[in-house]
């Protein structure tokens, strides 16, 4: 039995017309073919979920590496929307660009795992969980998970943290406590509060703000502009026409040219300092 009987069962027991020569031209190219063959995965990443010590006792954070299986580390901080669908494509999203990256489990201690819709219900609870966190034990959290993160061994040493609205902050009070190396806030709320803490910043960072975040007014942005000024450390984006969440394409807010315009800065600044 050859290839065309496999690809046409009644070949096999239907009586067999002289072929043409055309079709003899065309079967021939079929030859050798496995019929049906089934695609190479296309799966880039490879993803789980892992535990990270805290004390005496431990919580989740999803993680993704490479299909190059080595690269350097990123510590992606959630919104106030737990480790959602979102935030897992994120750090997805990051893993296909060489980054061994990972997501802390910030509300675990109230509502581990936690996965929340943006709008009503689910957003009301977000903000309450964000009420409830002790931020001296996220920092410390996010320490652990950088840590955690350097000590796999498809980390190649550096590690950054990005982080989006409450990750935002999260990020800047990691860089504030030298858990990473480098960090990424995208309209992080609350930071024009703790300028205080700028002075310890001493690594690259780097801002994004939305024109339009009525949550992050420009006149907050610009405090932390001006805390920033002069020095080679820092650098503030604001992109027109944008919102608060203007990362995230599941929200009503999302912008796709300020979305790829601030990932692609985010990139150049992870290649450079990581």
């Not at 609870?125 to 001296?136: C, P, S, T, Y």
């Not at 203007?246 to 800065?265: E, P």
């Amino acid at each position: 039995m050859n290839n065309r009987d496999l690809y046409d069962p009644l070949a096999r027991t239907k009586p067999r017309c002289k072929p043409t020569q055309a079709y003899g031209k065309l079967a021939a190219r079929f030859d050798g073919i496995t019929p049906f063959a089934k695609k190479e995965s296309n799966v880039s990443v490879t993803t789980r979920w892992i535990d990270i010590p805290a004390g005496k006792d431990s919580f989740g954070a999803y993680l993704a590496l490479p299909k190059g299986g080595k690269g350097p580390g990123i510590v992606i901080l959630q919104e106030i929307f737990g480790v959602n669908g979102h935030i897992r494509d994120v750090v997805e999203q990051y893993a296909l660009d060489g980054y061994v990256a990972i997501a802390p489990d910030i509300f675990w201690r109230s509502a581990p795992r936690v996965e929340l819709e943006y709008v009503g219900a689910d957003r009301d609870r977000g903000i309450e969980l964000m009420k409830q966190l002790d931020f001296n034990n996220v920092v410390s959290d996010i320490a652990a998970t950088a840590d955690t993160l350097r000590k796999l061994p498809e980390c190649t040493g550096k590690v950054a943290a990005i982080g989006y609205c409450l990750g935002g902050r999260l990020a800047y009070l990691a860089a504030a406590s030298g858990s990473v190396d480098a960090a990424v806030s995208y309209y992080g709320g609350g930071i024009h509060t703790q300028l205080d803490l700028a002075d310890k910043i001493t690594q690259p960072i780097l801002f994004h703000y939305g024109e339009l975040d009525h949550g992050i007014p420009l006149d907050a942005v610009g405090q932390v502009k001006e805390r920033f000024a002069g020095r080679d450390n820092a650098d503030v984006y604001i992109y027109p026409g944008a919102d608060h969440g203007f990362n995230c394409s599941v929200r009503a807010s999302y912008n796709q040219k300020a979305s790829a315009l601030a990932h692609g800065r985010t990139l150049a600044f992870l290649a450079e300092h990581l």
